[in-house]
């Protein structure tokens, strides 16, 4: 049998409805696994071992009655730390939130409960979600665990190193200008954002009421599609949450891109990229073009207005929802993360109207754009994993959110997978590639990275042996 910690959600499911393997099989082995490299890895803010068993009892006393829940029934998983959890500590990353105990459970992970899942505990992020290094000054750096000397990415860190290091089987992060797709990207695992109001926003502590989306971070795209399942759905107490048919993701995920048109974007905006990056997407796309598909190149120069845009918005945003503790307790915040709110409570009233009008100029480029074509491909990021340390927090975020904050901004879904490796001295780091697609079209997106997936027929197995010795 595989190593328990490298089953999908998909796979240990199947185990659980054959009597092959059990979810407390299952969350010993993730609690093993923590108690074994998470001194390295640093990915757990908060642990909950004993709630978690509990949990995965129950949910084999279940499965065993023949009461099964769904294909999440029994799966471990573990939460950014700025979804809300009734009686669990939600930091958001932040010493200001250290001893914050909400009262109730956001509502994705109520649902998640509805559905039998087991939770591991809450994740490192970057402080309050506002940049993309998870070096966190509170709770310590996360690292890759392709390298652990280098960045997990951000915000949502914890969670792509997590999944990476087969901690847990998934996890649930947040994604403003690309806190899901970046860590994902940098540490080899699926990272899937939905269209924004696809899923509620209710009890997941905010960075910005306009762009904040959540999403998963997996490693399968089945498995994002498994989520995305049960967890969408409208919420009226959410003002962003939309009522919009919730589609069935799962019954045509294999049916392929055959005479799909996808567009790659290129330009000087694109080109800035490493060129191993580089190399790596446009082998991709030539997958694409083996299972059926038509590629064309098309301009993307537009996407760094945009992420400018999304920045502006960010930390304007960000500075009106942390304004009080911005006004009473400055001295609680990181240094990183102090300049960026001192800089958006600073933006000028013109600037912020200018990322707003920039952004509906966006939205109509690429809504003209999907007239044309079914995808578009990207590089997730510009560059591999940095080293820790190594440069400016702020010039990170500048950096590594070039290609998915214009779809922050532009609220459209975009997903990143694996697509490759880049060999620098004795580490060897992954590739993202990201696909996006229109507005409300998750189950074109997942149809086309589950096609991509199966074809590279990606694996993470390839992490083991990283934590053998």
């Not at 960026?340 to 809504?367: F, M, N, S």
Request: charge should be negative; glycine fraction near 8%.
């Amino acid at each position: 049998m595989t190593d328990i910690n490298n089953f999908s959600i998909h796979e240990a499911s199947t185990l659980y409805q054959q009597q092959l393997l059990s979810p407390v099989e299952v969350t010993q082995a993730c609690l093993e696994r923590i108690s074994r490299l998470d001194d390295r890895l640093n990915c757990f803010i908060t642990l909950t071992p004993e709630m978690a068993l509990e949990q995965a009892r129950q949910a084999e006393d279940e499965i065993k009655r023949g009461e099964c829940r769904g294909p999440l029934h029994g799966i471990p998983i573990a939460l950014k730390d700025l979804y809300e959890t009734r009686g669990i500590r939600t930091t958001a990353g932040s010493r200001l939130l250290g001893d914050y105990v909400p009262a109730e459970d956001a509502l994705l992970v109520q649902r998640l409960f509805s559905h039998g899942v087991v939770l591991l505990g809450k994740l490192n992020m970057h402080e309050i979600a506002l940049g993309v290094t998870n070096e966190n000054p509170h709770y310590g750096a996360c690292r890759n665990p392709f390298d652990q000397s280098r960045i997990s990415g951000g915000s949502s860190g914890g969670s792509a190193a997590a999944v990476a290091a087969g901690l847990c089987l998934a996890s649930l992060g947040s994604d403003t200008g690309g806190s899901i797709r970046i860590p994902a990207s940098l540490c080899g695992v699926v990272g899937f954002k939905p269209t924004f109001g696809r899923l509620s926003l209710r009890g997941v502590i905010p960075l910005s009421w306009n762009l904040d989306h959540a999403g998963f971070l997996t490693r399968t795209v089945r498995d994002a599609a498994t989520l995305l399942q049960f967890l969408a759905g409208y919420d009226s107490e959410d003002p962003v949450c939309a009522n919009q048919p919730v589609d069935d993701y799962l019954a045509s995920l294999d049916a392929g891109v055959k005479g799909w048109r996808i567009g790659m974007l290129e330009g000087d905006s694109i080109s800035a990229a490493d060129s191993g990056i580089l190399q790596a997407v446009s082998a991709a796309a030539q997958v694409f073009v083996s299972l059926g598909a038509s590629v064309e190149t098309i301009n993307g120069d537009f996407l760094l207005p945009a992420a400018r845009a999304n920045s502006t918005i960010v930390i304007s945003d960000a500075a009106a929802t942390y304004r009080q503790y911005l006004a009473s307790a400055p001295h609680q915040f990181g240094a990183d993360v102090l300049t960026r709110l001192q800089h958006g409570a600073a933006c000028p009233l013109a600037d912020y109207i200018l990322a707003r009008r920039t952004q509906a100029v966006t939205l109509r480029q690429l809504e003209q754009l999907f007239t044309r074509f079914d995808l578009l491909l990207l590089p997730a990021t510009p560059l591999v994993a940095p080293k820790l340390g190594a440069a400016d927090a702020i010039e990170r975020a500048r950096q590594l959110t070039r290609f998915t904050a214009p779809f922050n901004l532009t609220g459209l879904p975009a997903i990143t997978l694996p697509c490759g490796f880049i060999t620098e001295g004795e580490a060897k780091l992954p590739v993202g590639l990201q696909i996006v697609a229109p507005a409300w079209q998750e189950k074109r997106l997942l149809r086309a990275a589950q096609a991509y997936e199966q074809a590279r027929g990606w694996t993470m197995t390839v992490i083991s042996p990283l934590f053998e010795t």
